[in-house]
């Protein structure tokens, strides 16, 4: 059995005036890649409301499929569930939910993604994947972005659920448990920029229950005076 120092703590981001007087509990889930779950990020009434305003735009996930003859978006049949997505200006409680990443994170919102809200029902899951392209891909430059790859992702659980529906890092060998109200957090790279492939991770099926999460995935071009480069070309990742 391995034994991982692993903490919990209040943060507030290296003194950051927003947390100073109400610092955010967090705990480490795992070292090395260092991810994170930070609890009460979101109340019970803002849930309500993110989830108003996405249940109508839901639409069943699809996927984007590069064939030699047509380059076409699917429905992922391998990943089930339905998601909507929600920018700053569809309600002041998204705009609110990014600025608050922001101050726990410490990094720019100026090249996030939209809010995307999933909502998995009995059997959803989102089989194990990385949140970035795969090196391979970036060679094919297949997924080339204007803001860079999703340096990092913000993992938001809108509900519990009953039975199933964790987030497990496979590789790793961790798992997050949906705790309404937590968001897990971790970079999808090292800081010299390399994928880090021990990122790779899954939504478990649910068994029992209807799981909401939300994700905010951020993008690599606005951290440039956000995120720490290290004179060391291994250097790992720290979330602190
Ligand atoms: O919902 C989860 O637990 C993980 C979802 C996920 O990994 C994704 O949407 O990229
Ligand atoms: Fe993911």
Not at 116 to 124: D, F, I, L, P, S
Not at 130 to 144: G, I, N, P, Q, T
Not at 169 to 179: E, H, Q
């Amino acid at each position: 059995m391995w034994e991982r120092k692993l903490h919990c703590y209040l943060h507030t981001n290296n003194g950051n005036p927003w947390l100073m007087f109400n610092p955010v509990k967090v705990e480490e889930l795992w070292d090395s890649p260092h991810i994170v779950q930070f609890y009460d990020v979101i109340t019970s009434a803002e849930v309500d409301k993110i989830k108003k305003l996405a249940k109508p735009r839901l639409f069943r996930a699809i996927h984007f499929e590069d064939k030699e003859d047509s380059e076409v978006f699917q429905k992922a049949a391998y990943r089930i569930t339905k998601v909507s997505w929600l920018n700053d200006t569809s309600g002041p409680v998204i705009a609110k939910l990014t600025r608050r990443i922001s101050e726990i994170t410490g990094l720019s919102m100026n090249t996030t993604e939209e809010l995307q809200v999933a909502n998995y029902g009995v059997g959803g899951e989102y089989p194990p994947h990385l949140d970035v392209a795969s090196e391979d891909d970036h060679r094919k430059r297949m997924y080339d972005h204007p803001d860079g790859e999703r340096i990092a992702t913000f993992l938001i659980y809108l509900s519990e659920v009953e039975e199933g529906g964790g987030t497990a890092f496979v590789r790793a060998g961790v798992a997050a448990k949906p705790i309404k109200g937590s968001a897990v957090f971790w970079y999808n790279m090292y800081p010299s920029g390399d994928i880090d492939i021990r990122t790779f991770h899954g939504a478990c099926p649910v068994i029992i229950g209807n799981k909401w999460a939300s994700n905010k995935w951020i993008r690599e071009l606005g951290e440039s005076f956000h995120r720490q480069c290290k004179l060391d070309r291994n250097a790992d990742n720290r979330i602190f």
